[in-house]
């Protein structure tokens, strides 16, 4: 979780944002939500799915990264874990103006 924290902070002001979305289906949700949130000290908002947003994006895998731009387009899609350069290759990609 720390490299979306550091995404988060270094392009917020450029309006980029992250989301994390919740997935859990026992318990509380909204507390197993909030106390992961509070435990990593979370900077950004998490959703939580009660399976609309699963089946939307046909989440498998986790993590499942989905990098929308700034007209709702779908940019780019990761299944499990992003080497660093990776995720801020396709951000970069994903904030520029279309070609």
């Not at 949700?29 to 046909?58: E, H, N, T, W």
């Not at 498998?60 to 350069?85: K, T």
Request: glycine residues 6%.
């Amino acid at each position: 979780m720390s490299k979306y924290v550091a995404v988060h902070h270094e392009l917020a002001e450029r309006g980029f944002a992250v989301v994390g979305v919740n997935c859990d289906r026992e318990g509380d949700q909204r507390a197993i939500a909030a106390r992961y949130r509070d435990d990593k000290q979370l900077p950004f908002r998490i959703v939580l799915d009660r399976g609309a947003i699963s089946r939307a994006f046909r989440l498998s895998v986790y993590p499942h990264l989905v990098l929308v731009d700034a007209h709702g387009r779908i940019r780019w899609v990761h299944q499990g874990r992003a080497m660093d350069s990776t995720l801020r290759a396709a951000i970069t990609a994903a904030t520029s103006p279309d070609p």
